[in-house]
Nanobody, 117 residues
């Protein structure tokens, strides 16, 4: 069973940057895609970025501002967030994505990102 721990969130002003980190308890990146999701109060949890052998994909709302990356040797996946907007405010989660495109690991606690002046 994979354990996922997110970190790096915080309070940032509009236009600022944050780098989120996701640590996995075992090496799962070699065979699996990884994704970053976010959920704001009253909203559904949405996939914002994913990375696989086929490359990276982004939701239209974050394209050009966010970059997902991974370090397989360290069992880490990252989300670099630039030019942050208030609408990016949410709890951010990472997860393992199976071949059918669905998250399969247990959700971690997530990390809160708040964009406000």
């Amino acid at each position: 069973q994979v354990q996922l721990v997110e970190s790096g969130g915080g309070l940032v002003q509009p236009g600022g940057s944050l780098r989120l980190s996701c640590a996995a308890s075992i090496n799962i990146f070699w065979l699996n895609a990884m994704g970053w999701y976010r959920q704001a109060p009253g909203n559904q949890r949405e996939l914002v970025a994913s990375i696989s052998d086929g490359g990276s994909n982004y939701a239209d709302s974050v394209k050009g501002r966010f970059t997902i990356s991974r370090d397989n040797a360290k069992n880490m996946v990252y989300l670099q967030m630039n030019s942050l907007k208030p609408e990016d405010t949410a709890v951010y989660y990472c997860n393992v994505i199976n071949t059918k495109g669905s998250p399969v690991a247990s959700w971690g606690q997530g990390t809160q990102v708040t964009v406000s002046s």
